[in-house]
């Protein structure tokens, strides 16, 4: 019960790699969109807003259909990718990791979004009157006050990657050491008559990757909680 398979192996570091990557690339994004919906009015922000968290309404499957239509060797932006920049998607680690920071994004945009709201403005005001320019008063005096609601929106981004599946099938299917990660793995076994075990093994360890992702959320949550009212 206990032993792990090479095969079982391969797909949790995968499923480590899509999720780390996926995080990271989404992050820049997700603070930028954040800081946009936080303290910017202007037309359309409301549907930026429902843009940015459709994905957690749609069904995941239509996410990865709609991203194999825009991203696969003959869509709208992989066609050109494929032919120009050799940048494949479609039925790669890469498409996983693409799939799942989309999926994620709007469980990454939510805290850091809060958390830059929670930021007094009058600090950034009292930046901005000594002269600060714009990106140093979000540099010196948004950003790190709002570095925990960050860091919550990445362990939760994280989560959310490491636990995707329908869009990440539809996407790029499930090859084994190339896009099969845990969850699609599992759902291989579950159809294989003698793979209970090895899936409730991949069913633990997604467990317990899901728990501490979510404890860490909500220390980095608390600990925004206590910096903004100066405990």
Not at 210 to 225: D, H, K, M, S, W
Request: net charge positive; with cysteine; hydrophobic share 55%.
């Amino acid at each position: 019960m206990l032993e792990i398979s090479p095969t079982e192996w391969t797909a949790i570091l995968l499923s480590l790699r899509v999720a780390v990557i996926a995080t990271l690339v989404a992050t820049p994004f997700g603070i930028a969109v954040a800081w946009l919906l936080a303290r910017r009015d202007f037309w359309g922000k409301s549907l930026l807003d429902a843009a940015v968290h459709l994905p957690l309404v749609l069904p995941p499957v239509v996410t990865g259909y709609l991203l194999l239509l825009t991203f696969g060797k003959r869509g709208l932006v992989g066609g050109w990718l494929a032919d120009h920049l050799g940048i494949v998607f479609a039925f790669r680690w890469t498409g996983a990791a693409l799939a799942c920071g989309v999926m994620s994004f709007p469980l990454l945009v939510r805290p850091i979004r809060l958390s830059i709201e929670a930021v007094d403005r009058r600090l950034e005001q009292a930046a901005e009157t000594l002269g600060a320019a714009p990106w140093r008063v979000f540099a010196t005096v948004t950003l790190p006050l709002a570095l925990p609601g960050v860091l919550a929106g990445m362990v939760l981004g994280f989560a959310k990657a490491i636990g995707e599946f329908g869009a990440t099938i539809t996407f790029v299917s499930n090859i084994p050491g190339e896009t099969q990660t845990i969850s699609s793995a599992i759902y291989s076994l579950i159809q294989t008559p003698d793979g209970d075990t090895a899936a409730a093994r991949l069913v633990i360890i997604s467990v317990v990757l899901a728990v501490g992702a979510l404890v860490a959320a909500e220390v980095f949550a608390r600990r925004a909680t206590a910096r903004l009212h100066g405990q």
